[in-house]
């Protein structure tokens, strides 16, 4: 191996997003509110900290890393072959619809945000081919969990939106 051969990592990205992640948690957890009794930044202590070491293992990683490796590293994911990019592409969804399940959790309620969520899911998962069969295992699970939890554990979960 030569000098200038290096091996390809995602340290500087990976660092760069630490900074970011710290820096903007950092800003939200000392925006939070100031309680009424006691010492006011006792709440805000835990997720200052938290910040301050993302920043730090970020910058820690910022400077021991090469940006030339994860430059190359960027560029061999843009290259790769089309089941890896699949297989991404899958995981990339799956984060935007957890995302979104977790927006319209409270607001849709725990039955039908669980059913989309699921339908999706398993679409993304299985193939479009297997819909109906996604259909019936989430509108059974959705709603037999429900039942389990609010009638059975009587712990309850966030209703259907109409008629309560």
């Known amino acids: 191996m030569k000098k200038n051969d290096v091996s390809p990592n995602w340290d500087a990205f990976t660092g760069l997003f630490a900074i970011g992640f710290g820096v903007i948690y950092g800003y939200m957890s000392y925006s939070m509110p100031r309680v009424a009794f006691g010492n006011p ?15 730090l293992i970020g910058v820690l990683l910022l400077v021991k890393s090469n940006f030339n ?10 290259n790769e072959d089309a089941s890896k990019k699949n297989d991404r592409r899958r995981i990339l969804y799956t984060c935007i619809l957890s995302v979104g399940y977790a927006l319209i959790f409270e607001h849709l309620g725990y039955v039908i945000s669980t ?3 699921m339908v999706v899911m398993m679409t993304i998962t299985s193939g479009k081919d297997m819909w109906k069969k996604s259909v019936v ?4 699970f959705s709603v037999g969990v429900y039942f389990i939890f609010n009638t059975l554990l009587s712990i309850s979960l966030p209703p259907l939106p109409f008629g309560e």
């Open 41 to 55: 930044m006792d709440p805000i202590y835990f997720p200052l900290g938290v910040s301050a070491i993302s920043f």
């Open 69 to 78: 490796a994860s430059v190359q590293a960027y560029k061999n994911l843009i």
């Open 115 to 117: 059913f989309l969520f």
């Open 137 to 140: 295992i989430s509108l059974l």
